[in-house]
């Protein structure tokens, strides 16, 4: 039987009039005349093809349909962030114009300022600024320690929110440091100040950013673990690694750096091993509370998943695990077979 005669044979006997897919399966080979047993391997694809697409027709169209929606929706929700945003600014602005006469004010303000908006999208402008000005406001020949400072509220306020995602957080320190360093090569004269505050701002910003982390833990209901920890084994590698991970940063950018900067970049990261015991100490306190807490939890989330290995779904899983495995050994055994048949053959 030709492979586009068994698909429409299948098409005009498939009826959705039965209460389940077995039978309706089961009556369109019954009405097509179709001995599966006798087909090749093409037809068995094409007639197996055919009654996928006729059962779940109406359902690919449901999904196709939300896919678009989903799309609609990312452009908008993008959309309406980058409008967020910009009123958030507007409204700062205004209120700065406000009380721009009074220097105490303004500084409360620009704080609260800080902690309102979203910064990852122009961290690289407010360090670039923040370092500028500091640089521009020097006295006596020194960068202000207030460049450290505002380097660690910056990072603080950019890795505070949600979980402590490694991929996250390198890529907020890779920006700070990778800002820094073009501007400390445009800067040679104060490249060291310079990277030393930036690198020691964004190791207090890092134990400021653990320190909330640990203390939202300790407070939060168990039930409610998943907002801040996606995957427990994974937040407890994490923490263990902080130091490890900051000093990755500082190796990688140097090995992008000139040379002089390379070499600037390596003796500060040599140097602030031995600064790094609060950043240790701190990430080793938040993985022993996490695991302290939420290890009943984690046994009964094991439980869960026992149970749920029962599930039909997982059931289905498990069958066809191991029908693939049969089907390989089958396929090898037939491969091995044809190669011995062929070398026999040979021999005669």
Known sequence: MQ?????????????HKFKTISRRISNAI??????????????????TTALLHEETKAL?????????????????LEKKSEELQEAKYEIFNAIEEKVESNE???????????????????????????IITALE??????ISDSLKEVIKDITYEAIKEGSLNTIRVRKILSTILATSIEVAEATPTKADEILRLTLKGMR????????RFKQRVAFMPVEAKHILIEDYDTIIDDLNQTDTLFSQIIVSHAS????????????????????LEELVLISKETAD????????????????????????????????????????RIALGTALKSAKDAMDKKDT
């Open 60 to 76: 690919q169209s449901d999904v196709e349909e939300l896919l678009a929606q989903k799309e609609n929706i990312e452009r908008a």
């Open 3 to 15: 492979t586009n005669t068994i698909e429409e044979t299948i098409k005009t006997s498939y009826s």
């Open 137 to 142: 406001k020097e006295n006596e020949g020194e």
């Open 256 to 275: 992008e750096s000139s040379q002089v900067l390379r070499k600037l970049l390596l003796e500060i990261n040599k140097d602030m091993r031995y600064d």
């Open 204 to 211: 207090s910003g890092l134990v400021k950013s653990i320190t």
């Open 289 to 328: 509370i996490i695991r302290d807490k939420f290890s009943n939890f984690a046994k009964l989330a094991v439980r869960k998943a026992d149970t749920a290995m029962q599930s039909p779904k997982a059931k289905e899983a498990k069958r066809m695990g191991a029908q693939a495995l049969e089907a390989a």
């Open 104 to 130: 105490t004010t303004l500084h409360v303000l620009h704080k609260i300022k800080l902690q309102s908006i979203d910064l990852y999208d122009i961290l690289t402008e407010m360090i670039e600024s923040a």
């Open 30 to 47: 019954e009405k097509s005349k179709i001995d599966l047993n006798s087909l090749s391997l093409d037809e068995i694809r094409t007639a």
